[in-house]
């Protein structure tokens, strides 16, 4: 029998637009509805996806025929909006980070857990075609135990932080929730947990008020050391992940660009992302989170990855010391 599952969007914004037309290659789930607090862009998402606009978030999550959820709406509305998904007995694909705290994403994964349904957050980078394959060849062993991680996220993203509820760090909860739990989860999904061994922070600019670029070293459980550098102040941008095993080395360059690795006294192996071949990433993690509801499927990630990379953002936060932000001297 063909199952088709249909799903209600909140928050037609950008990211919840994309999702929602990456669901539409998928033949085992619909696009049913759609809610925004602003109404006309529930209606501009509603027309061009095809669907109804709800005009309230009650109606939408009322609808008897829709069963799960996509929650595109900003950080700090994920735990509120998400239980009320949640309570009604629904399934729900919550965008990262699952919450700004780690006890609402804790209360999260409780009520999904009584209600006995799905709860999924958008770690989506794993999926992204460099960060897949580097997954792969470890677990493959290509470069023996993996003994070091160094990974650098560097772009010049300020001005996106300056606007609307990015630039509050109550409502996105700053560059390490907002964006840096990515980085934050691939680790963990790369050798598993870690702890925090020191991290420092720096914040040039006024605005916005919270850490703009930040260094971490990590300690894990599996005895890999690693560091972390994060920026949004960077106009040189760039992406690179490079890992050092007992037998050789692994290097890839993140969005774009290639993967390569080296064993000692062997030929470099190098792929690009259209040799990996890998399925749209956002339209493969709902394609996960909709086999998982209608199949009992394992998805690649779930709500307790979305909880741990918040717990781990908080850790270094803590680390850095709250305020974090170190101000420049002769403050810009
Ligand atoms: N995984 C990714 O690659 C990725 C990329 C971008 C954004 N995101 C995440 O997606 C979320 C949304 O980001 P965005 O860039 O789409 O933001 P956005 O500002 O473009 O869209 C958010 C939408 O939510 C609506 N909204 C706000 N409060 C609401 C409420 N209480 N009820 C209903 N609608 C409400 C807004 O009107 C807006 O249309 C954030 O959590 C962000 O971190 C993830």
Known sequence: MHMQLN?????AGG???????????????RLAGVYDVDPALAQHAADELETTAYESLDALLDAPEIE???????????????????????HLFCEKPLALTVQHCDAMLDAAQQA?????????????????????WL???????????????????????????RADPKQ???????????????????????????????????EPN???????????????????????????GGYLVRIVGTEGALEHTGFSGAIRYKKRGAHEISLIPEEIGT???????????VRAVLYGETPPFDGYDGRMAVANAHAVLQAMGRKGARRRRGQV
């Open 68 to 90: 799960a959820y996509i929650l595109a709406t900003p950080p700090h509305t994920h735990y509120e909006l998400g239980m009320q998904v949640l309570q009604r007995g629904k």
């Open 279 to 289: 399925p749209e990433p956002y339209m493969w993690e709902l394609r996960s989170f």
């Open 210 to 236: 919270f850490t703009q670029h930040w260094q971490a070293t990590l300690q894990f459980e599996n005895g890999v050391i690693g560091s972390v550098e994060c920026s949004i102040i960077d106009p040189l």
């Open 172 to 206: 996105s909860g700053g560059v390490l929730l907002e964006m840096n739990v990515h980085e934050l989860d691939y680790l963990r999904w790369l050798f598993g947990d870690y702890t925090v061994v020191a991290a420092q922070g720096s914040q040039p600019y006024p």
């Open 15 to 29: 990211i919840g637009r994309h999702l929602a037309w990456q669901l539409r290659p998928l033949s085992e789930a």
């Open 139 to 165: 677990q493959e062993g290509v470069i023996g135990e993996p003994v070091a991680v160094n990974l650098q996220r560097r772009g010049y993203e300020i001005n996106l932080f300056r606007e609307g509820w």
């Open 116 to 136: 006995g349904v799905q709860l999924m957050a958008g770690q989506v980078l794993r999926l992204f075609p460099l960060f897949w394959q580097s997954k792969q």
């Open 7 to 11: 799903l209600g969007l909140i928050g």
